[in-house]
Every structure is written in structure tokens, then in C-alpha cells.
């Protein structure tokens, strides 16, 4: 099993910035592709930004410019830093990994990992 724990999130007024942060922990083999989703009140989950294991990064169009988006392989770890944030930001942003993971007797399967979320709120 493979457990993700976020960290960061809190309440930030408009145009501030938020770092969040994610460990991941448990029996992983590999991490491939580390992301960060969202899911305001009343809307469906949505991708924020993901980051392969080489580094490769994606993006929301309209987080472009304004958020990035890392990851530390040596401690299985992924960050979001937001700048420039917007009222309809507030959701709660959730952790996401997916690789593999091995059994006692060293069997490997995938893993697809949810965090339990962290709020983030974007008023004055």
C-alpha cells in the first residue's frame, strides 16, 4: 500500500500564494507520475497539474503562468506553489500518485494513490 499525506493548504486572500505539499509513503517500488487535482463545492474532481518521473509537467490552461509544479524523487515528494490566486480557487486539492508497488514476497502491481485532501480558501 502506498499512502499520500498533503500538507499546506489554509486560507489566503486574493492574489496571495499557497505552497502545498505531498509525501508519499509505504511499499513503493516506483513513482511514476506525481499530480495535483481539485474539487470545489458542488463541481467534479479536476486536474490542476501533473509531473512525470523525468520532470515532464502538464498544466490546467488557466493555472498556466501562475502555479508550478516539482517534485523531489529522492524523498517520493510532489509541491504545488500558487501565486496570482483567484476566489474560484477555493477547493480542495487533492494528492495523486501512481507507480508501483511490491508485495512481501516482491510481487509488483500498480498503484494508483488519493491523498485526503487539503482545503485551500481564496477570500478577503
Known amino acids: 500500500q502506498v499512502q499520500l499525506v498533503e500538507s499546506g493548504g489554509g486560507l489566503v486572500q486574493p492574489g496571495g500564494s499557497l505552497r502545498l505539499s505531498c509525501a508519499a509513503s509505504?511499499?513503493?517500488?516506483?513513482?511514476?507520475?506525481m499530480g495535483w487535482y481539485r474539487q470545489a463545492p458542488g463541481k467534479q474532481r479536476e486536474l490542476v497539474a501533473t509531473?512525470?518521473?523525468?520532470?515532464?509537467?502538464n498544466y490546467e490552461d488557466s493555472v498556466k503562468g501562475r502555479f508550478t509544479i516539482s517534485r523531489d524523487n529522492a524523498q517520493n515528494a510532489v509541491y504545488l506553489q500558487m501565486n496570482s490566486l483567484k476566489p474560484e480557487e477555493t477547493a480542495v486539492y487533492y494528492c495523486?500518485?501512481?507507480?508501483?508497488?511490491?508485495?512481501?514476497?516482491?510481487?509488483?502491481?500498480?498503484?494508483?494513490?488519493w491523498g485526503q485532501g487539503t482545503q485551500v480558501t481564496v477570500s478577503s
Open positions: 495523486n500518485a501512481q507507480g508501483k508497488t511490491y508485495s512481501d514476497t516482491y510481487f509488483l502491481r500498480d498503484f494508483d494513490s
Open positions: 509505504g511499499r513503493i517500488f516506483r513513482i511514476n507520475t
Open positions: 509531473i512525470t518521473g523525468d520532470g515532464r509537467t
